[in-house]
């Protein structure tokens, strides 16, 4: 299975989760709650097995961003904060503080969305290229 297939069936995994959760939480009685408690279950550990498998082959799995070699648990790293950066510039831009250049802002801010795109091709790359076990 391809890392692309693991991260979408985890995804519905997960959605099933909240589903039952939110059923368990707002149902008052419940007649089959031994039913819906294992269902439950059942979903949790195929989420941890998904998180595991996902795990192991991001540590595992090197891709090329540029000119250098990272392991992609490190380029989901990079991605995250590179989004927390453009997350940063663009409240500043929304603030209209004549205080600051907003020219700059762009500009900065224009750049790492390029870092953030070429780090999230390679790691949609990898996705679309990696089995896993």
Same mark, same amino acid.
């Given at each position: 299975?391809?890392? $692309?297939?693991?991260?979408?069936? &985890? &995804?519905?995994?997960?959605?099933?989760?909240?589903?039952?959760?939110?059923?368990?939480? %707002?149902?008052? !009685?419940?007649?089959?709650?031994?039913?819906?408690? *294992?269902?439950?279950?059942?979903?949790?550990?195929?989420?941890?097995?998904?998180?595991?498998?996902?795990?192991?082959?991001?540590?595992?799995?090197?891709?090329?961003?540029?000119?250098?070699?990272?392991?992609?648990?490190?380029?989901?790293?990079?991605?995250?904060? *590179?989004?927390?950066?453009?997350?940063?510039?663009?409240?500043?831009?929304?603030?209209?503080?004549? !205080?600051?250049?907003?020219?700059?802002?762009?500009?900065?801010?224009?750049?790492?969305?390029?870092?953030?795109?070429?780090?999230?091709?390679?790691?949609?790359? $990898?996705?679309?290229?990696?089995?896993? %076990?």
């Amino acid at each position: 299975m391809l890392i $692309s297939e693991l991260l979408f069936r &985890k &995804k519905y995994v997960k959605l099933q989760i909240d589903e039952l959760k939110k059923y368990l939480v %707002d149902n008052e !009685s419940i007649t089959n709650i031994n039913e819906v408690l *294992t269902k439950l279950y059942e979903l949790e550990d195929q989420d941890q097995k998904y998180k595991m498998l996902l795990n192991k082959a991001n540590r595992v799995t090197e891709i090329r961003i540029g000119n250098s070699k990272v392991q992609v648990d490190t380029a989901l790293e990079l991605k995250r904060n *590179t989004g927390n950066k453009i997350d940063v510039l663009t409240d500043l831009i929304n603030a209209n503080k004549e !205080s600051l250049n907003i020219f700059n802002l762009l500009t900065q801010r224009n750049k790492l969305i390029e870092e953030y795109i070429m780090i999230n091709s390679a790691i949609k790359i $990898s996705d679309w290229s990696t089995e896993v %076990d």
